[in-house]
């Protein structure tokens, strides 16, 4: 009689352990997922601190860049007998 109680009882824990098992399995992996999103978002915000950290570092390249690109296209568009305002205006 002792041994069937002991079958059953060991029969209800291993069920229990299952489902045990199956629960940490889920929380486990809802974890990982929440894990993933937070090392996203921390990847794009240092992505982003890079990138603000170049452009500021080569702010005079830029500007220069940017000057000569606008130098020469005055000087292009000069040449070419409009002006650097434009042709004329036609009503």
Same mark, same amino acid.
């Given at each position: !009689?002792a041994?069937?109680f002991d079958?059953? &009882?060991?029969l209800?824990?291993?069920? @229990?352990?299952i489902f045990q098992?199956f629960? &940490?399995? *889920?929380? &486990?992996a809802i974890?990982? *997922?929440f894990?993933?999103f937070?090392?996203?978002?921390? &990847?794009? @915000?240092?992505? !982003?601190?890079?990138?603000?950290? @170049?452009?500021?570092?080569?702010? *005079?390249?830029?500007?220069?860049?940017?000057a000569? @690109? *606008?130098g020469?296209s005055?000087?292009?568009?000069k040449? +070419?007998?409009?002006?650097?305002?434009?042709?004329?205006? +036609?009503?």
């Amino acid at each position: !009689m002792a041994g069937i109680f002991d079958g059953l &009882s060991n029969l209800v824990s291993s069920i @229990f352990e299952i489902f045990q098992g199956f629960i &940490s399995t *889920v929380l &486990s992996a809802i974890q990982s *997922v929440f894990g993933l999103f937070q090392n996203l978002i921390a &990847s794009v @915000f240092d992505l !982003m601190s890079g990138l603000v950290g @170049f452009i500021l570092g080569n702010i *005079v390249i830029i500007g220069v860049l940017v000057a000569a @690109f *606008v130098g020469y296209s005055a000087y292009t568009q000069k040449n +070419r007998g409009g002006g650097i305002t434009g042709g004329k205006k +036609r009503t």
